[in-house]
T-cell receptor, first 115, second 116 residues
């Protein structure tokens, strides 16, 4: 398995910037994903990093440092609708003989955006 | 709408009941997954199917029995569950293979299961 750690809760105000950190320990790293999950809904994909550096997608950016086992999700120009749980997930190479990587999730960070 | 549909959305069952959860994906993916999401706990991977073959079973109790009749459908058969099995059960699919880069998993809306 994996050891994935992220803060339980964060709060911020509309228009602000927030950074959600994720640290992980893994055997056989094969990519890191960020998902957003609103209460009662399915997790939806936000970003994917497999190489070191920053990936930018509109208001959301994700950073990865494989040597440090560290990633962050950066949310800019926060909106009320960004209030949700943000899940950090790490993929490994899967069991020996398998081509499928397994996706392991952290507990999620509950972000609350205030007006 | 993610292209992955789960039914039912809500299910209440007694400990002696037998029920099944259904998942259908319309994305042409070749891998499907069952996850369990309990309050205050991370998503737990239960089963993985690749090309209709089970490739992963994460020490899940035998009262949970998966079935994958084809690459678009996945079932989770439930029998003599315990109250601690109450949780949100999420199905996901992805396109995986040795010649492809890993792609993200798409999740269904989940089935909220309550065992009484």
């Amino acid at each position: 398995g994996q050891n994935i750690d992220q803060p339980t809760e964060m709060t911020a105000t509309e228009g602000a910037i927030v950074q959600i950190n994720c640290t992980y320990q893994t055997s056989g790293f094969n990519g890191l994903f960020w998902y957003q999950q609103h209460a009662g809904e399915a997790p939806t994909f936000l970003s994917y990093n497999v190489l070191d550096g920053l990936e930018e997608k509109g208001r959301f950016s994700s950073f990865l440092s494989r040597s440090k086992g560290y990633s962050y999700l950066l949310l800019k120009e926060l909106q009320m609708k960004d209030s949700a749980s943000y899940l950090c997930a790490v993929r490994d190479h899967g069991p020996r003989g398998s081509t499928l990587g397994r996706l392991y999730f952290g507990r999620g960070t509950q972000l609350t955006v205030w007006p | 709408e993610t292209g992955v549909t789960q039914t039912p959305r809500h299910l209440v069952m007694g400990m002696t009941n037998k029920k099944s959860l259904k998942c259908e994906q319309h994305l042409g993916h070749n891998a499907m997954y069952w996850y369990k999401q309990s309050a205050k706990k991370p998503l737990e991977l239960m089963f993985v199917y690749s090309l209709e073959e089970r490739v992963e079973n994460n020490s899940v109790p035998s009262r949970f029995s998966p079935e994958c009749p084809n690459s678009s459908h996945l079932f989770l058969h439930l029998h003599t569950l315990q109250p601690e099995d109450s949780a949100l059960y999420l199905c996901a699919s992805s396109q995986d293979g040795p010649s492809r880069g890993n792609t993200e998993a798409f999740f269904g809306q989940g089935t909220r299961l309550t065992v009484v």
